[in-house]
């Protein structure tokens, strides 16, 4: 199970950090992820880590102001969101993936077994 936390209300250029909490003991097993879906628009991958903590992936979009990162000790994976943007007013979802071949399908849904309820970002600008 997968608790998706810190979502608010913030302006344009301010940061916010999202928590994911896994109840699940095997965390360390699972590669984790971000993803976001806006009003009207399908889901988008946002930022992934292996299982490890040793590889990071990024859509374009996010690349330079978000990072992701992970503690296997408290099995919560991390967003961290800076200069945030209108454009980034989503609702976010952590995701779980097992997959072997992470490194070429971080950023399709499909491969994400399991999903926590999102966390409403909204940016005004």
């Known amino acids: 199970q997968l608790q998706a936390s810190g979502g608010g209300l913030v302006q344009a250029g301010d940061s916010l950090r999202l928590s994911c909490a896994a109840s699940?003991?095997?965390?360390?097993?699972?590669?984790m992820a971000w993803f976001r879906q806006a009003p009207g628009k399908e889901r988008e991958f946002v930022a992934g880590?292996?299982?490890?903590?040793?590889?990071?992936y990024y859509a374009d979009s996010v690349k330079g102001r978000f990072a992701i990162s992970r503690s296997n000790v408290k099995n919560t994976v991390y967003l961290q969101m800076n200069s945030l943007k209108s454009e980034d007013t989503a609702v976010y979802y952590c995701a779980a993936s097992s997959t072997a071949s992470y490194g070429s399908l971080y950023n399709n849904a499909g491969r994400y077994g399991y999903w926590g309820e999102g966390t409403q970002v909204t940016v005004s600008s």
């Open positions: 699940e003991r095997a965390f360390i097993n699972y590669h």
């Open positions: 880590i292996r299982r490890s903590g040793t590889s990071e």
